[in-house]
Structure formats: structure tokens, C-alpha cells
């Protein structure tokens, strides 16, 4: 049984942690949010406040702190008495977070793979590069620590689980499919911080088919999927984070994700990458000032914490896994819609924040509840998924399946 | 008779220049040109010599000079003993040059309005907001200034005053037509400083119809024009220089001017106005760095200087002039074919900066021979347009007409 809960950043997915781990304090116990600037924290908390969010009277309270720095986490994991730490910093700090709760021997959960901020889409073994390198560590200090825990990678990877273990013998193939249907009414903007966003989509997109990687370009694949809610959308195959540990354990199955994306998008997206404005190499002006082109379009772009009260629309993940059921091919889709206007109206965030925020609280409430606190490093797929989704159900986050028949139910 | 030449400025335009003065050097005298960088001066004379362009021996010297001061250029125009000063340097220094020359009583001349560098695309009348105060300076100095004398301006408006001239009784309507045909082969470039280029077309359009200012929106009013050579092509209704004096001189008449974009540059520029990166404010970074976005915009993008040697294709400029003759409807088309490679091969630029840098060569031989050395300031259409486009036929830039008649032959 642990408690008292450290959440690392403050951006709009730790918005929905603070509004979510304040709405379970009965369970979670003490509440603090950490990061750089110690003000963003009180303006979270101010907002958990205003919509009365608290279960139970109790304590939630700011910090400073460089995430950077993994001494200075250590020092404020100790003087905070937190047992789990919930990292939704940015991707830049998941090693110095995590070795710092390996060092205090407490919980810890991020949302996303780390990342270089010198390196732009690292080839895989992704986890291989960073995370994984710290198993021992985690096992021999018996730190249990989830990677990963946000809607996808996160759910998305408990249901493949769920797949394996209910609904198909064998697993051939899981296409992870991201649809944001929603509209934000700005001429452009993007959903996170623009410079993790563009990241994102600057590389080679590895996928994993055939048992082995394989690689694209970005915008090169693309596939229309009949979905729930949302409808016919368009997708196209993008590098992400499950699909190295969805193919480390099945490795016989082809992994691909597929991302929703607007012409619009592709078509801002190509002409900045094409001009050369989506670098992080820095450039020369005719004055002889030295910018990084990149921190100048994050600079002119939308703020993503100001979309979310003119959101509107829904948004579809979901796996397609494919396999055989009593010696047949089968087919299952399981999968989550969310509303971007509930989920401002509930915690102030917009809908893409919501199901990435969610998650790790749960996956903290099965912790503090000692059914997830497993002593070691994992990816949500090895641990057991039923807990997870049905109280994700509960906690905002329905889930329901299309079975091998057709029909289509809750979890 | 005047001789002796100071070029001001060093970009693609002025290389041509000094090609064409090298060529013309028995008439014209000793050449000098300067800039802020004397380098760049070096590397153009460089390649005079290089294309063994001087026609007979003479000198021609590069210097440095500040064009922002007045008094600076006053004293180089008196140490190199120029009588005549053509300034292809950037927009911002007209009026600056333009006073040096009524101080030193010497020959001014330039391709482009004057620009205050703080602001955009400023409204009409142009001409009135600055050079045309100077008018009486220029008359009472003896002075010969001659505004606007490249191809658009410039050559556009001998063309109405040949029209006039010769091929119409009355003018009704003058539609300029600027179409670059050829391929640079990038992704994307400006043919031009993009500072400046962008700057065009981030305003209000201005046009002059029905005695009056008319105002649209950039790329709101597009038209098909079906031209010599190029062929069926867009363009889109522009503010430009030209309008302004035109509508002058023939106030009953429409004046349009029209600029060929492809849906391409459209798209790119439509992404980076409405993003805010073609903007001149500065903006803050995430780290607290002031940049301003239009000069990021340049810095990523190719220098136009650098899309001379693989450019290939043709242009076509003219004018589509409407009114009567012998009381009959009649239409006109004058107009210029230039080549982008037979342009490098000739002086090193691309054809854009090459027909707008032989006119005002072109315009100091008439006023070395004393035929345009009028002692007043004046636009290109107050001045005799034949002996003007006679010789811009000898020296690379025939001119032909469509006339009333529907034949096509040289002017």
C-alpha cells in the first residue's frame, strides 16, 4: 500500500492528473505538483480548488523544481513523503525523474518515451536506448515503475493485453489507430507543445511487420478507417512508443500505429519541414543573430493550453487486432471515444490531454491499491489489463470492444 | 553630356547593371559601384572582367559606403567625379541617394519606390509619400532624376507611352502583366530578397479603376491571360509602383497591374502569413530570445543570388492596353520575352534581376547622349519612349506589340 503522490510538470495532461488524483485523494493521500516554474503549479491547483475537486479535505501543494536534476527530485520526493511519482513532464526529464525514484525507492510513471533534446526521432529499440537500461536497477531496488501509462501508448497496449487474454488465441497483426475528430477553430494549431508535436513527425517512421522494423517516410502510408462515432478517417503510419514494446512481446505479430491527419495539417506541416523551420539546427539571420527556426514557430503558434475552451468534437483510439479465435481468423477492435468539450468542462483541459491524463492516475490508485505494485519496470502490456480498463470506466474513460461477432459492447 | 557612373548596391540587380555599364563603357565613362560590403562590389567587378565585358579600357572600382547617409554618398560622388548615379541598392535608401544627387547637382536614378524599412506596403499615393515631394529640388537643382527606370517599373511605362504615342487615341484601361515562366528548380525560393518580396503582397491591394483607389485583398482577384511565348498563365491583382504614377498622367483610364503566381507560392505563402512568420514585430521565444519571424523566414530560405546558374525558362511582361482608335474599340499587348539562361550566360543573374537592371543602363546612355538629361525629376512615361526601347532591343531586351490588328512585331 502506497501513497502521497508527486506529479512532475505542469503542462495541460498535468492539469488533468491534478484535477484526477484530487478527485481519488481519499485513496492517493497528499497531493504535490512540481516543476520549473512554480507558479503554473499554483494555477493548477487554484483550478483543481475552483471546481471543488477534492474528495476529501486534504493537501495539495507547488513546487520548484529542476526535473533536470535528479538530486533535487530525490530531495523533494523525500521531503514531500510521496510514494509514487507521476512524471508528465516533458519527455526531456523521464531518466533523471526515474533515477531519482529508484534512488528514494518509490513508484514511478511517465506518459511517453524519453528523449534527447539534441536528437530528433532516435532509431529503435526506443525503451532499449533509455528506459530498459534501468530494469536491474528497478528490480534490484524493487521499484515499481510503469512506462508509458497514457492513452497510447498506455491503454492502447492494455488492450492488446485484454485481446490476448479474452478474446483471441493468437495475435497477427495490431494497428493502433489515433483519430482527434475534434475541431479547435484556429487556422492551425497544435494539439501539445509544437516542438514534441513536429518531433514527432520529422523522421523515418519505423513500424514493425514481418519480424523486423521497418522504415517510411512520414506521410507516405496512408489508409482510411471506418470508425466508431467518428466515422471514415484518414490515417497515416507514424514511429511511436508501442510499437517497440507491443513487438518485443509479440513478436511474431506485424505492430504498426496509425495517426489521424487532416490535409491541412499535412499540408503546414510539409511546407515548414520543407522550408527548413521545423530545425533544431540554428540559423543565421542577415543581422548575424543566431535562432533556432523550430522555438520560432512554437513561438507564433497557439498556445495548446489556450485551445481547450473553444474545443469541440470527439476523439477515437482503438487497436485493430487481428488473429484466430477456435482455429478461425478473427478480428476485434477495442477502443475509447472521448469529448474534448466534457473533458474541459470536468478538468479544464481539452479532450487529448484528458485520455493521456487519465490513465496514470488509475495505473496510481492500482499501485497505491497494491494491484499494480509489482516491484519491477513494465510496459502496461504485462501487467494484468482488466483492473486497469474497468476502472478507467469509471473514471471517465469507457471502454468497449467490437468482438470477433460484430457486436459492439463495453469491456 | 554627362559620363562617369556610380552604381549603389550589389545584389542581382546591380551585378547586370554593371555588366551592361561595362559593355557601354565608350559611352559611359568611368564606372564605379559601391555598397556596405566593398566585397561584394570586388566579386561582381570580378565578374566583369571575368566575361571580358568592358568594352574599351577603363577603370572600375569598388567602394564602401553607408547609402542610409547622405553626406557619405555626396562625398563619393564627388571623389569619383560620377555624373550620373544609378541606385539598384535596396528600397530603404532612395531618398537618401536621391538627396546626395540634388547636393552634387548629378544624375539620379532608381528601379523601385522608396520604402520606410518600419512600414508595410504603405497606402497611396506612393510616389507623393516621398520622391515626388523632391520635385521641386530637382527642378530648381537642374537635376535629372529619373524614378522607377527598371522593367516594372520602368519599361511598362514607356509601353503606355508609346500606345499613346502611336497605336490609340484614347487609353481606357492599362493592365500590366508580370509573368515568370521559368523554374529555379527548389522547393521554394523568392526571386528576390524575400524581406522585400514578401512585403509586396502582405497588404492591401491597391489598384486604380473608375477615377478612384480601389482596395482588395492579396490573391482575391486572379485572372487567365493567354500570352506570347509563356502561354496560358495566372495572375493576380498587385499593388506596384507603377499604378501610381500611370494613374497620374491618365487619370480616366483603369490602371491594374497583375503578378503570375503558381498555386505553389501561393500555398507557402499563405501558410507562413497566416502562421504570423512573415511577420515584422518581434516575438519571444519560449527561452526569452526577441526574433523577428520574417527574418527567420529569410534565413532558412535560399539566397535568390544563388538560383542563377540552374534557372531555366522564360518571362513575359507587358501591357494590355485598351481605348479607341479612328473611334473604334482597339487592344494593344506590348511586351518583352527574356531568357533566364541566356541572362547567366550573358552577365551572371537570372532574368528577373537582368530585365530590371538593363533599363536604367538603357537610361544613362540617353542621358549621357543628352536625350532623356531633361534637368527635372520624371517617371518613365513623361519621357520620349522610342529612342528608350530602341535601345533596350540593341542592348538584350526586344520589345514587340500585338497591335490593334492582331500582328506581332517589334516596336
Aim: hydrophobic share 40%.
Amino acid at each position: 500500500m502506497k501513497k502521497n503522490v508527486l506529479i512532475i510538470g505542469a503542462g495541460g495532461v498535468a492539469q488533468v492528473v491534478a484535477h484526477k488524483c484530487a478527485q481519488h485523494n481519499d485513496i492517493l493521500g497528499d497531493l504535490h505538483i512540481a516543476s520549473r516554474t512554480a507558479a503554473k503549479c499554483d494555477a493548477i491547483i487554484a483550478s483543481v480548488h475552483e471546481k471543488n475537486a477534492m474528495k476529501v479535505q486534504g493537501t495539495f501543494t507547488a513546487h520548484a523544481v529542476d526535473a533536470m536534476d535528479t538530486a533535487a527530485v530525490a530531495a523533494l520526493i523525500r521531503q514531500t513523503g510521496a510514494q509514487i511519482v507521476i512524471n508528465v513532464g516533458s519527455s526531456f526529464v523521464n531518466m533523471t525523474v526515474l533515477e531519482a525514484c529508484i534512488e528514494t525507492g518509490v513508484a514511478y510513471m511517465d506518459t511517453a518515451i524519453h528523449e534527447d533534446p539534441k536528437k530528433i526521432c532516435e532509431a529503435p529499440p526506443w525503451y532499449g536506448n533509455y528506459e530498459w537500461q534501468r530494469r536491474e536497477a528497478c528490480k534490484a531496488a524493487g521499484v515499481t515503475a510503469i512506462l508509458g501509462v497514457g492513452f497510447d501508448p498506455g491503454v492502447v497496449n492494455a488492450y492488446v493485453r485484454l485481446a490476448e487474454e479474452e478474446f483471441l488465441d493468437t495475435i497477427e497483426s495490431i494497428d493502433i489507430v489515433d483519430i482527434n475528430a475534434g475541431s479547435h477553430g484556429r487556422w492551425f494549431a497544435t494539439n501539445f507543445d509544437p516542438e514534441i508535436n513536429f518531433r514527432e513527425f520529422t523522421g523515418t517512421v519505423y513500424s514493425w511487420q514481418k519480424g523486423a522494423w521497418q522504415t517510411n517516410k512520414m506521410f507516405e502510408v496512408g489508409k482510411e478507417w471506418d470508425l466508431p462515432v467518428v466515422g471514415t478517417q484518414k490515417a497515416y503510419l507514424t514511429g511511436h512508443d508501442e510499437v517497440h514494446s507491443l513487438s518485443a512481446r509479440y513478436p511474431g505479430a506485424d505492430v504498426r500505429f496509425w495517426m489521424g491527419f487532416g490535409d491541412h495539417y499535412i499540408n503546414v506541416f510539409t511546407v515548414l519541414k520543407n522550408l527548413g523551420l521545423l530545425s533544431e539546427k540554428p540559423v543565421k539571420t542577415a543581422e548575424g543573430q543566431e535562432v533556432i527556426p523550430l522555438k520560432v514557430v512554437k513561438a507564433v503558434l497557439p498556445d495548446p493550453a489556450s485551445l481547450a475552451p473553444d474545443y469541440v468534437g470527439k476523439t477515437c483510439i482503438g487497436d485493430v487486432i487481428r488473429g484466430t479465435k477456435d482455429g478461425k481468423p478473427a478480428e476485434v477492435f477495442l477502443y475509447n471515444v472521448a469529448d474534448h468539450k466534457e473533458a474541459y468542462e470536468e478538468v479544464g483541459s481539452q479532450g487529448i490531454s484528458y485520455t493521456a491524463g487519465v490513465p496514470p492516475v488509475a495505473a496510481a490508485i492500482l499501485i497505491a491499491k497494491g494491484i499494480w505494485d509489482v516491484g519491477h519496470m513494465a510496459n502496461v502490456e504485462e501487467l494484468p489489463p482488466r483492473p486497469f480498463l474497468e476502472l478507467l470506466g469509471e473514471m471517465g474513460l469507457p471502454n468497449r470492444v467490437i468482438d470477433a461477432s460484430g457486436q459492439d459492447r463495453p469491456i
